[in-house]
């Protein structure tokens, strides 16, 4: 368990700087948005487009992971459409929820994979990552179409370019491309990615840091916690129930595991801001689970025997 923590502490102190650095006015608000941007634009696609070209897609543990990643989110998605007759909320509000049982914080989830398990688990993970990013975004961008504010006019062309137009997924799916054609290293151009990759994780953990919001938690804490108890405490066992189901080994077991035991994903912020979702809610979702992973994950581990 000394060891679990170990691994993971690192991964949070630097969301707790960028918190911290953010809530002291080391830098203004105005310079953290162009960072972010930075990161999620530019750094985060160059480490995936590397990590997924050069994973080994062929073996079982990774086609494990990720179907069980994938069999996951659906599962869940499917479940909260139905719950959604049962819920006192607007339909702005459901969409943050939507969002927050179903997205995760790769910014989170990779370096936690790479302290404990090294460069095999992360190439692991980067596949995991290749498989569930698509869905995800797709079925966000579906539900914020239904029930966002003032977004059901929106065009089937329109709902295809917001899906389109994330950069994470785009990465993915150049990286996929690149290992599924066997295109070799290329001189110059994997040295440029595998450094922009390198800044990728830290500033990342920092940037997820300084986004956390706590305003929403008290007000909405019902809402929120039900949340967080899905995204903490129901999805990480699922993952790893079913990656077990499909025949993954032991790497392949923690690394599911670890996929749903991460927070919610910062850029659900940036999303609901823009296609009309309930932007302060997600924060709030995003704050809780971040706080609380940093509890749950090495307990899981723990609990699993796995790491």
Excluded at 117 to 130: F, K, M, S
Excluded at 172 to 195: D, H, K, M, W, Y
Excluded at 251 to 280: F, K, N, V
Aim: charged share 10%; proline share 6%.
């Amino acid at each position: 368990m000394g060891g679990l923590i170990l691994g993971v502490l690192p991964v949070f102190c630097l969301i707790a700087i960028g918190y911290g650095l953010r809530k002291s006015d080391f830098l203004p608000d105005a310079t953290w948005r162009p960072i972010e941007k930075l990161t999620i634009h530019l750094l985060y696609p160059g480490f995936l487009i590397t990590a997924i070209w050069n994973a080994d897609i062929s073996g079982g543990g990774s086609g494990a992971a990720g179907a069980a990643a994938v069999t996951t989110v659906l599962i869940i998605a499917t479940a909260t459409l139905l719950a959604k007759r049962f819920m006192t909320i607007e339909g702005p509000a459901f969409t943050s929820v939507f969002q927050g049982v179903i997205r995760w914080n790769s910014f989170v989830f990779l370096p936690v994979i790479q302290s404990i398990y090294g460069p095999d688990g992360l190439a692991l993970a980067a596949v995991v990552i290749a498989a569930i990013i698509p869905v995800t975004n797709i079925l966000c961008v579906i539900v914020l179409v239904r029930w966002g504010a003032d977004q059901r006019a929106m065009s089937p062309l329109s709902v295809g370019k917001a899906i389109l137009s994330n950069p994470i997924l785009i990465a993915c799916l150049v990286g996929l491309a690149f290992n599924l054609l066997g295109v070799p290293r290329i001189p110059g151009v994997s040295e440029t990615l595998q450094l922009l990759g390198g800044a990728a994780l830290p500033l990342g953990l920092i940037v997820a840091g300084a986004g956390l919001s706590f305003a929403e938690v008290a007000r909405r804490k019902v809402t929120i916690g039900a949340v967080s108890f899905v995204k903490l405490v129901l999805t990480p066992p699922m993952m790893w129930a079913l990656c077990i189901a499909y025949g993954g080994d032991e790497t392949a077991q923690a690394i599911a595991l670890l996929c749903g035991a991460s927070p919610g994903a910062a850029a659900s912020y940036i999303l609901a801001r823009q296609m009309g979702g309930d932007a302060p809610l997600i924060a709030g979702i995003v704050a809780l689970t971040t706080v609380g992973s940093a509890l749950s994950i090495p307990i899981l581990l723990a609990l699993f025997h796995l790491g």
